[in-house]
């Protein structure tokens, strides 16, 4: 079943993007999938909606509640990608918390790894798996 969002909403969600992608936000985290981002932000800007938020002119966001979100986003994109890729999968835990795990593709590829791959600390371990 999909979710119907209101107007709003998707202004908000629609605006929150360009203004990532204008500040190179998702070419600095090489995020190029915003389905996560897009579906993460409706859900957010929804419960704004409801709360109230969206109509007022105070700021949507607080400078830490920003940078959680944008951490978020990160991390979302990351395993929605590796999921994608069939490195990892999920499920739902009895609190209905998403809890990730890596499938038998996602162990090969890291048992194919050396230790010392990443000694540099470019991130080329996680660059290798997209």
């Known amino acids: 079943m999909s979710k119907i969002y209101q107007p709003i909403v998707i202004e908000e969600t629609n605006n929150l993007i360009e203004g990532l992608k204008e500040s190179g936000f998702f070419e600095d985290y090489q995020i190029e999938d915003l389905t996560f981002t897009n579906q993460h932000l409706l859900d957010l800007m929804t419960e704004k909606f409801i709360n109230?938020?969206?109509d007022s002119d105070d700021e949507l966001f607080g400078e830490?509640?920003?940078a959680k979100l944008l951490q978020e986003l990160v991390a979302g994109s990351v395993l929605y990608e590796l999921k994608g890729k069939g490195y990892i999968n999920s499920y739902e835990d009895d609190?209905?918390?998403e809890m990730f795990f890596l499938t038998?593709?996602?162990k090969k590829f890291l048992k194919n790894i050396k230790p010392d791959d990443d000694?540099?600390?470019d991130g080329k371990i996680l660059k290798?798996?997209?």
Do not use: A, N, W, Y
């Open 52 to 54: 109230g938020q969206l």
């Open 64 to 66: 830490d509640e920003f």
């Open 128 to 130: 290798d798996m997209f």
């Open 95 to 97: 609190e209905t918390e």
């Open 104 to 106: 038998e593709d996602g």
């Open 119 to 121: 000694s540099d600390g």
